[in-house]
């Protein structure tokens, strides 16, 4: 009793004794005070928990997601590189081939033109008029 009066602010010097009935009700509210602000408290706390835990996960969601995009677009950087370097040695093969065909095209109508004689007209030959 003492510490309620002086929660509320008063400051007596002497405070009367209370009947076994009343003490045992101030006492019972005492007890269903303490166990809600308890519960109370400990809803809270666990609804503080929920939510960093929840907070938590989330995050270690988005970071492998983060990861996994990364590892994801180094693959494919590395993909279309293996591809330029092909596409480059393609088109090098490519060069070196058309520059080998004309060659030999170069050398067989020399041979061709060597082989064959020039047509010169021949006063034998039937011309169509």
Not at 7 to 36: D, S
Not at 42 to 71: D, I, N, P, Y
Request: aromatic fraction near 4%.
């Amino acid at each position: 009793m003492r510490t309620k009066m002086s929660i509320m602010g008063f400051h007596a010097e002497a405070i009367k004794p209370l009947n076994e009935e009343a003490a045992a009700e101030l006492g019972a509210n005492l007890l269903g005070e303490a166990i809600i602000f308890a519960c109370a408290g400990s809803c809270l706390l666990l609804e503080f928990w929920r939510q960093q835990s929840l907070k938590h996960r989330k995050e270690v969601e988005r970071t492998a997601s983060l990861q996994s995009l990364r590892a994801d677009m180094d693959r494919l950087e590395q993909a279309l590189d293996e591809l330029q370097v092909q596409a480059a040695l393609s088109t090098s093969a490519l060069d070196e081939l058309r520059a080998e065909f004309r060659t030999e095209l170069q050398e067989l109508r020399t041979h061709i033109s060597a082989r064959s004689p020039s047509p010169s007209p021949n006063p034998n030959t039937p011309q169509c008029s």
